[in-house]
């Protein structure tokens, strides 16, 4: 069953174009071609990277927050209660109104005690500032150098420059090293993302994030195999490009440098649009689409890929669609909209909100007592002895 699967899943017509087998992609001594079984080194490279990543942030990033004067939120300790840790860990971290009134009851606290230790209890969870700065710090490490190192790999490449040269005897390319080892970097870096999800900052878009990771995983995995390798280098150097200002945006961001954080937010965006909405259509869409046509007809692996290619870029329109209302709004307003991404803490808007119920418990109170020495009626009228006072005032002007 499985040697059936594995050669209807390999079978040239789905792989290669019309007219040209596996047996035209035999390696010899100076030729190689991409081969499957080459991206299962991606595996112990990326485990080789979370284990830099790890000595990155522990003796660089965080010694560099202290530096940039990055300081944590000193955030209140739950109080030690077994059972709301129980209920906590086992059923639900942000419990109905149902639930908070059965374990008040269980622990003979108030409703509002028991919220607000599930609220200090989510927030000790919540990763903290220097955390997220350390995490900001490598990815820019990574873009920066993948971006560079895309650009080193490619500057003497004919396809950078003519982008026709793309197709040029496809599918048989030989697979040069340079490009065997950057390609095996962006794929190790996606895969230890993957690997360290359940430890990095967890954000509202955590499903998403996973959605993507995997999604970029099976582009570049596919166009190795599928000897799309010029077009694959294209599309990364394309999307580093952008990455490398967004992470120092959320650097200077956390080290509330606002000015320069706007600065950089208002370049990024400029880049991100010119690189996604003009550069990538025109590099990948258009080349991938009408120049391929010229080297060869159509056969699955080329709609496959043009299906890909064009997701990719609907995404792209839909992020574009974001930044531009957050920069129309910094423009507006002279304020950057906060990234509804991140996850803020829970302790300020409801200390707010446990302010503004002792305000209108004290108000409703002092109402309760005016009402009660006589000055303000149900019914809207004045009291008696103040309507005599009245009249007898009026008596007296009469």
């Not at 359940?198 to 195999?225: G, M, N, W």
């Not at 910094?330 to 002792?358: A, P």
Request: glycine residues 4%.
């Amino acid at each position: 069953m499985a040697r059936s699967l594995y050669e209807w899943l390999w079978q040239h017509e789905f792989w290669l174009p019309p007219g040209i087998t596996w047996e035209d992609m035999q390696e010899s001594e100076d030729t190689h071609y991409p081969q499957p079984r080459d991206l299962l080194l991606s595996i112990p490279f990326a485990l080789i990277l979370v284990v830099i990543r790890c000595a990155f942030e522990r003796a660089i990033a965080l010694p560099l927050s202290t530096k940039l004067g990055v300081r944590d939120k000193q955030r209140p300790k739950a109080q030690p209660n077994p059972m709301l840790e129980t209920f906590y860990s086992t059923c639900c971290k942000n419990p109905k109104e149902g639930d908070l009134l059965s374990l008040a009851k269980q622990c003979d606290l108030p409703v509002r005690k028991v919220e607000k230790w599930f609220r200090h209890r989510r927030n000790m969870d919540r990763p903290s500032l220097s955390k997220k700065f350390s995490e900001a710090c490598w990815r820019f490490t990574f873009y920066i150098t993948s971006f560079f190192t895309g650009l080193a790999v490619l500057y003497d490449k004919p396809w950078l420059w003519d982008h026709r040269e793309c197709w040029t005897g496809y599918p048989q390319q030989p697979l040069q090293p340079s490009l065997f080892w950057y390609y095996m970097l962006e794929l190790s870096f996606y895969w230890s993302l993957v690997f360290t999800l359940p430890f990095d900052v967890k954000r509202k878009d955590f499903k998403e994030q996973i959605v993507h990771h995997a999604a970029t995983i099976f582009l570049i995995s596919f166009s190795y195999c599928a000897n799309y390798i010029r077009i694959g280098t294209l599309v990364m150097v394309i999307h580093d490009a952008s990455d490398c200002f967004l992470e120092p945006t959320k650097i200077f961001n956390y080290m509330k440098w606002k000015k320069t954080c706007d600065s950089l937010f208002m370049i990024f965006s400029a880049v991100f649009l010119i690189s996604r909405l003009v550069i990538y259509p025109y590099t990948v869409l258009y080349n991938t689409y009408y120049y391929s046509m010229e080297i060869f007809q159509p056969f699955f692996g080329y709609y496959f890929v043009n299906v890909l290619l064009i997701i990719l870029q609907l995404l792209h329109v839909f992020w574009s669609c974001l930044i531009i209302h957050m920069v129309c709004k910094f423009i507006l307003q002279g304020t950057m909209e906060k990234d509804m991404r991140s996850d803020t803490e829970e302790s300020d808007k409801d200390e707010e909100r446990d302010k503004i119920r002792e305000k209108e418990k004290n108000g409703i109170t002092c109402f309760s007592n005016v009402t009660s020495n006589g000055y303000i009626q149900r019914n809207g009228s004045e009291p008696l002895d103040k309507r005599a006072h009245r009249a007898n005032g009026h008596a007296k002007e009469r």
